[in-house]
């Protein structure tokens, strides 16, 4: 299970570790993928670097949890959101079509359609989290 959600700071995402966002936060669930290596493509494919940067960067940020010991929380870097805010629905999808083919590359098979409808809602979620202020989180189970 994956969730991108809104909250204000780290302490408050990191509460969502036990049981999820829920309804305590703003948020967009979706199936099984693995979000940790996608926004790190989603970065790589909307504003440049290479995936290994990345991660030598520490991206994505871990907030709670284990990568190993089941649920974690991580946070949604500012330079993928802001990419994300500022990309247009072209490029959205794009981006989506980018990452269909990245995943097939490596045997993983998404949907187009829906690699578009994860990648638009979450540059909705990012812009809406924007405008108050707020940050954007993913909750892994």
Not at 98 to 113: C, F, K, N, Y
Not at 131 to 139: A, K, L
Request: hydrophobic residues 50%.
């Amino acid at each position: 299970m994956v969730k991108f959600f809104v909250a204000a700071d780290d302490m408050s995402a990191g509460m969502a570790l036990a049981t999820g966002p829920g309804w305590a936060f703003e948020s967009l669930s979706f199936g099984n993928f693995g979000p940790e290596a996608a926004v790190v493509e989603w970065e790589c494919l909307l504003a440049g670097g290479s995936f290994e940067e990345l991660v030598e960067a520490g991206e994505p940020r871990l907030v709670a949890g284990q990568d190993n010991d089941g649920c974690v929380v991580f946070a949604i870097s500012p330079r993928l959101t802001t990419a994300l805010a500022d990309a247009g629905h072209t490029r959205l999808r794009d981006v989506a079509a980018s990452w269909v083919q990245l995943r097939a590359e490596d045997g993983e098979v998404i949907d187009t359609e829906i690699a578009d409808r994860i990648v638009g809602d979450l540059a909705a979620l990012v812009t809406t989290a924007q405008r108050q202020n707020q940050n954007v989180y993913c909750w892994v189970a």
